[in-house]
């Protein structure tokens, strides 16, 4: 007997996710009946995970998207409203860690770039999909945060600032959303 597809006519966008976790996250969600898009900034990148996804069997779509860049969160909600018409489902994965050693040696640039992509661009980009959410009836947004945003760990101190506000942020989504009918959760994964 074959497995349930619990995610049958859900939409799914996983961001950063031709890669590890969140090509784990959309695989998992495509096996489970959703249909998937997924992003990243290399076109490369979105081709390799189309075609591994579809060898699956999963329907999905994909967008060069750098989640840091306006309108490339637009473009990527955008896409997926063309192509199905309703968004269900909403993994905010993207991050980066262009440093690592002392916090009190991170510069403004690489702090501006941590804020930008780990925490900016997961609340800018929920903005652009709660309207969508919400006419689903039942949405879903997922934060990929860290352990590190529970208790810091030496060496990655400016990301485990970021990931903590990004659990801030989950924590005030889930109270502002409820109303909505739209879950807000967050995972945190080690290292």
């Known amino acids: 007997m074959g497995s349930v597809k619990f995610l049958t006519d859900r939409v799914a966008v996983v961001t950063a996710s031709t890669k590890g976790i969140g090509f784990a996250i959309a695989k ?4 489970d009946g959703a249909s998937v898009v997924v ?13 591994a996804l579809k060898n699956e069997g999963i329907e999905c779509g994909g967008v060069v998207a750098h989640v ?3 309108e ?12 199905y018409g ?20 991170v510069t403004d640039s690489q702090w501006d770039k941590l804020l930008s992509v780990n925490v900016r661009s997961a609340f800018l980009l929920t903005q652009e999909a709660v309207p969508h959410l ?18 810091p760990i030496e060496g990655i101190g400016a990301y485990s600032i970021m ?13 502002n ?13 080690d290292f």
Do not use: C, W
């Open 86 to 105: 309703k968004l269900d489902i909403l993994v905010s994965n993207a991050a980066v860690n262009p440093t690592h050693g002392n916090l009190m040696e």
């Open 68 to 70: 840091g860049i306006d």
């Open 28 to 31: 998992r969600l495509g096996l």
């Open 177 to 189: 959303l409820a109303r909505k009918n739209i879950r807000v959760n967050a995972i945190a994964p």
């Open 39 to 51: 992003s990243s900034r290399k076109k490369k990148n979105v081709d390799d995970a189309l075609t």
């Open 134 to 151: 919400e006419k689903s009836g039942n949405g879903n947004i997922v934060f990929v945060s860290s352990v590190a945003g529970y208790s």
């Open 163 to 175: 990931k903590t506000a990004l659990l801030g942020i989950n924590k005030s989504l889930s109270q």
């Open 72 to 83: 490339d969160r637009k473009k990527l909600i955008n896409y997926v409203m063309e192509r």
